[in-house]
């Protein structure tokens, strides 16, 4: 199963690749423990370690695709991945996320990805931006 989402953000397309990859940053960001790396082919965890995978491709300020998986993933199924695109206009941005390989039964993680990624982070860069 692959599906596609897109939120838009009060934040430049810099502050939000940099807050993706920056442990301390995405902790707050998601208002969970996580621990990124900015450096391709580094692991990383989210949400408490819920969510494990790596950095495959790292296009500063534009393009970051992850291999992803949670722990309700069985053992024998793949890795799904993630692409996220930032396409910044007048200091707002586009964020599309494409998640691929997703097994048939994660349904779920669209409407995770909606209250546990785009909300946080709307609320987090609404903040931030306002000081």
């Avoid at 301390?24 to 996580?34: A, D, E, F, V, Y």
């Avoid at 949400?47 to 495959?56: C, K, L, P, R, V």
């Amino acid at each position: 199963m692959d599906f596609t989402l897109t939120t838009q953000i009060k934040a430049t397309a810099k502050q939000i690749y940099k807050s993706w990859l920056s442990t301390q940053r995405h902790t707050k960001m998601i208002g969970s423990p996580s621990f990124v790396s900015d450096k391709v082919g580094e692991a990383f965890t989210a949400g408490e370690g819920y969510i494990t995978g790596s950095n495959i491709e790292l296009e500063p300020y534009n393009r970051i695709v992850q291999s992803w998986r949670t722990n309700d993933f069985e053992e024998n199924e793949a890795d799904s991945q993630i692409e996220i695109v930032l396409s910044e206009n007048d200091k707002k941005t586009t964020l599309t996320l494409k998640h691929t390989n997703v097994p048939e039964s994660g349904e779920q993680y669209k409407k995770g990805w909606e209250e546990h990624y785009f909300e946080p982070m709307q609320n987090y860069f609404e903040v931030l931006n306002k000081e």
